[in-house]
Structures are given as C-alpha cells and as structure tokens.
C-alpha cells in the first residue's frame, strides 16, 4: 500500500463518531483546510513522522473536540505567533523536528494546554511563553542546544514564577553544560562581551564538530567557519562576523542558518547549487539591498528570514526564483512604504511578516501579486490611513493584524474586499469610536477580533451587526467603555474579555447582566461606577433587578452570606505536602480561592482604623 502524500477535502467524512486518528508514518506533506471536516467527535490526532514544513494552522483549527495533537518527526523549522489554536488541546508533541525558532505567542490560542514537548530539536534559545497560555505545567526541551546565558533568564525566571516543570540540560557554555535546567539559578545565567561569547561559541562548535579540513572526503561539505550536520542536512555559520556569503555548501543542505553576520548585500545568484534549502535565515545581517535574482536556484525555498535588517525597499525581482517560497519575514526592518511589487514572483505566498517597520500608509493595490495571500502582519508600525482599495487583491486573506498603529476609525471600506477574514486585529490603534456595521463586510467570515487597549470609548449598539454566530473570540479590555453594545447575536462565543473597562452599573447595562445570565461564558466585567459598586462584577451586583425587564434575574448573594460559615484561612498545609496527588492539590487550592475571610478581615481592619 502506498504512503499516504496529502489529505483532501471530506477524506474522512462519514467517521462521524471516531475518537482517535492516527496517519503516522506516511509522506503527508500538504493538509486540505477542510481534510478534517466533520470529525467533531475527535479528540486524538496523529500526525507523527510525515513530512508536513509547517504548522497546519487552518486544518486544526477545524476540531474543537481535540485534546491530544502529536506532529512529532516532521521538518518544520519554525513555529509562528498563533500557530496554535485549538480551544481544547492539552497535550502537544513537537519533538524530533527541526525547529530553529518558535514564537513566544505560538500556543497562546491554546488556552487548556498543560504539556508541550519540544524536545530534540534545534533551539538556543526560547522565550517565555505568552500570557495567553496559563496553564502549561510540563515544558520538555531535552535534547535542544539550549545555551544558557543571560538569553535564558526570562524563561528560567517565568517557569519559576508560573511553576512551570522544564526538563532538558544546558548545551553550553563549557561551565554550564549537561546541567539540568531546572538546577540553574537564573542569577548564574550571564553573558560575556558579544566577542568572548562568539570566540567560546566557535571553540565549542569546532569541538563537537571538526572543522571540514579534517573530515573524510566522504563527510558533508562545509565552508570555512561553518558548522555542517550530515544526517539533519543542518548548516550553520550563525553569528561568525562573514562579510560574504560563504560558498560551498553541501547541495544536500536543507536548513541554512547565517544569521547574525555582516553582509549588508546580499548580490544576484548568491546561494547557487543549494536546490533543497528548506529553510534559509538572514536575520540580522545589517543587509540594506537584496540584489535582483539573489536567491536563483533555491526551488525548495519555503521559509526565508530577512529580519531585524536594514531594508528600506525591495528590487521587483528580489525573490526571483522562488517558486514554493510560503513564509517570508520582513519584520524590523526600516520599511516606510509597504514594498508593492516585490511579490509577484512567488506565487506560494501564504504569510507575509512586516511587523515592527515604519510603514505610514496602505495604498491601492499592495497585494497586487500577492492574490494568493493568507496571513499579512503590519502590528507595530505607524499606519493612519488604509484606502478603501487597498485590500483589493485580499480575497483569501484569513489573517490580518494591524495592532500598535495610529489608525482612528475602522477601515470598513478596505475590510469589503477581504471577505474571507476570520482573525482581525485592531488593538493599541488610537480608535475611539466605532460606528454601526463596522464589520458588516466580515459578516461570513470572522472568528476573532481584537478591539483591545485602545481608548475605545463608545461603540454603536449595532457596530457588531452580522457577526451574529461567527464570532468565537471578542477581546475589548483596557478601553474607556461605559456601556456595550448588544451581544446576543453572538451565540458562539467562547472567549470574551471586558476587563478594565470603566463600565456604568445602571439599566443602560442591563442588556449586558441578561447576557451574562444567559451564556455559559466565564465573562471578565466589573463596575466603575457609581462608586459604592466600584471592583464589583456586573453578575454579583443588585442594581439590575430594579431595571424594567430586570425582574426574573437571580438575586445576587449577599456579602455577608459566605464569611459566617466559611472555613478558616490559616490551613495552608495541603499546598505544602508534596507527597500528595496532584488531584488534591488542585481542590486544596480550589478551597483556599473560595475562602474570602483573609481579605475581608484585613479589609474590615483598614476601615476600624480610617475610622478612628
């Protein structure tokens, strides 16, 4: 029987029952967005030893029953910002791979995830992850060359901070080595000067690995000041001062890493011979021009890094050449116009990455080449203004994020030709009002949206009109919001954020209390005003019931109803006793979160003594 090479749409449809999948040990190279469609009562999947380049964001996200999702074994080499969202996952395996870098924010979609195994694969360095994933326990990093300097501290000083159990040993440096992550105190993680730090670097690497002038002629090819991995097809000259981009490496290669040098060119043909490179990263190489055909010949280019550069523009055949380019990263260059043009010769295209440059405005026509495009990542630049036409060629846009610019309004207009959004992001933008069919143009398509920490302090009653059951995610905390607009239309919602909004405990708010009532929903909302209501939550307050419409809604406890019969809060011991199960510690803790007599008393106390 043949391996298997792709999933196609309704592959499995008619499993309507099956608990477990597993395509482990065929040649998957490619997941159809909807290969999986219909399968809602699954909860296990197994992709383990395929050949799958990238996280299949789109395909997973389509099972929401999911807890246990294994990709072990398959050539990724990166892992992006919100690569993970499934609502329900708590078990992840992303070992024996060839990870090189994963975004903090990767599993930050994932809330219920506890277990993540990144082991055996390529990272240094790992940051700690996102706020947005709580409640991971078990972070697995053996077998990585985790180098444990001052890079490692933020991790180390989380995973203490956040309880967090990390296995693996420190690679380097030579003090360091084979110690246990976990026996490291974070004031031992230093750095030296950058120098010492690249001279013990490039001791250690010629240690373990030869230099090529010694190696059999029947061992891989690798330039001088390289380090090159026959059986990974793994090269790197990371950080080793090369001026040019050094030649003769194997043709076998397949992750190139040159990251960290002094190019500031980068001329035409300048990688030739190197028709298997998957992967190819050039971040921070002070490179100011990419010379027209600079990459010609790489075919299997997938993924390309060209951040934290200097480039202001990009030659209209810059990435000539590149028929199956998927991911290209532009961000934290010094971009002040979005480059237009430079895209129409790579028509893979799926993920663009502009983050983090200086682009003021989106003309007309930016994508114009890019029709293919599925995710565009402009957070953090300085944009005011998106024409109505811009998005023209976006109509398969799934992704689109424009936090931490300098927009006013919603650009509605532009969104028309974007139909197909399911993830738009609009946070930190100086956007004070939205107005009545703001999204009206997504009505079909959005899942998420992002309207928080922008000063937002109205919203039209109607502006979230159409959404209707689309919508799964609504974030507006950190806004000025007195009041909401009516979310009853949104029936599947399942992440909702109102937090630390200044909002009015009056009858205006009551379609919101009859909401709340109504939805199975852990909603984040608490009264401003009027002050004697000020830290409440909207469910625990009384005010509503006087409210016409308000009658049927339960009476609030009272606050003096649980502290007579609560239990004392002095009984730490259970969160002291290692030796007990897990299980026990969890209703131990339950327990003391419940008990309110340690606050209340230290309240009362303060009020006797304003008093006197």
């Known amino acids: 029987m043949s391996p ?29 967005t909807e290969a999986f469609a219909g399968l809602f009562t699954l909860t296990r999947l197994s992709l383990d030893h395929n050949e799958l380049q990238f996280f299949p964001t789109e395909t997973m996200t389509r099972l929401p029953e999911v807890t246990r999702l294994d990709l072990s074994y398959n050539p990724m080499t990166y892992l992006g910002e919100d690569a993970v969202s499934m609502t329900k996952l708590t078990h992840l395996f992303l070992d024996h791979m060839s990870l090189q870098d994963m975004a903090n924010t990767a599993v930050s979609k994932s809330p219920s995830l506890t277990h993540l195994d990144i082991s055996y694969n390529q990272l240094r360095v790992v940051q700690p992850l996102s706020e947005g994933s709580p409640k991971v326990a078990r972070l697995n990093l053996a077998g990585n060359p985790i180098y444990c300097n001052c890079y490692l501290r933020p991790l180390r000083e989380w995973a203490i901070r956040s309880k967090v159990k990390l296995m693996g040993t420190c690679g380097g440096p030579g003090h360091l080595s084979g110690e246990n992550l976990e026996a490291v105190h974070p004031a031992e993680l230093r750095c030296q000067s950058q120098e010492a730090m690249l001279k013990a670097e490039f001791e250690e690497a010629n240690r373990i690995t030869p230099p090529p002038t010694e190696e059999p002629e029947n061992k891989v090819k690798c330039p001088a000041n390289c ?10 000259c990371e950080n080793r ?17 040159l990251r960290g040098n002094h190019f500031h060119y980068i001329p035409s043909n300048s990688f030739p011979g190197l028709p298997q490179v998957v992967s190819l990263h050039l971040q921070r190489c002070k490179i100011v021009e990419v010379e027209g055909g600079a990459f010609s010949g790489m075919k299997g280019l997938i993924y390309l890094y060209l951040s934290e550069n200097e480039l202001t523009s990009l030659s209209p055949d810059a990435f000539k050449g590149l028929p199956q380019l998927t991911y290209l990263h532009l961000e934290k260059n010094r971009f002040t116009t979005f480059p237009k043009g430079a895209f129409k010769l790579v028509p893979s295209l799926l993920a663009l990455h502009l983050e983090n440059n200086t682009i003021t405005k989106l003309e007309p026509g930016v994508l114009s080449g890019a029709e293919g495009l599925r995710a565009l990542y402009l957070t953090g630049n ?21 936090g931490g610019n300098k927009l006013k309004e919603v650009p509605t207009e532009a969104l028309t030709k974007a139909g197909n959004l399911r993830d738009l992001r609009l946070s930190g933008n100086s956007i004070r009002w939205v107005g009545p069919n703001a999204f009206r143009p997504l009505e079909r398509s959005l899942k998420e949206l992002y309207l928080d920490n922008m000063g937002l302090e109205k919203m039209s009653q109607n502006s979230l009109a159409g959404l209707g059951p689309g919508l799964r995610s609504l974030f507006l905390e950190g806004n000025q919001l007195e009041e909401v607009p009516d979310l009853h239309p949104l029936t599947s919602l399942e992440v909702i954020n109102l937090a630390d909004n200044p909002l009015m405990c009056d009858c205006p708010l009551l379609p919101l209390r009859l909401w709340i009532e109504k939805v199975n929903l852990k909603v984040r909302a608490t009264c401003a005003n009027p002050p004697e209501l000020r830290g409440r939550r909207v469910k625990d307050v009384h005010v509503f019931k006087a409210c016409p419409g308000g009658e049927g809604l339960p009476s609030p406890p009272t606050a003096t109803a649980k502290p007579a019969k609560a239990p004392k809060a002095t009984k730490p011991k259970p969160m002291h006793l290692n030796g007990l199960r897990h299980v026990k510690m969890l209703k131990a803790k339950s327990k003391l979160r419940k008990n309110p007599n340690t606050k209340q008393a230290a309240a009362k106390k303060t009020k006797r003594r304003s008093m006197a």
């Open 382 to 402: 300085a944009i005011t203004h998106v024409s109505p036409r811009a998005l023209d060629q976006a109509s398969d846009l799934d992704t689109l994020h424009l």
């Open 227 to 236: 380090v090159c991995e026959a059986e990974t097809h793994h090269s790197s």
């Open 241 to 257: 001062g090369h001026t040019k981009v050094p030649r003769g490496f194997s043709p076998n290669t397949r992750l190139l890493d």
């Open 4 to 32: 298997v090479v792709g999933t196609d749409l309704f592959s499995f449809q008619g499993l309507q029952n099956i608990k477990w999948l597993r395509l482990s040990h065929n040649s998957l190279n490619y997941l159809d």
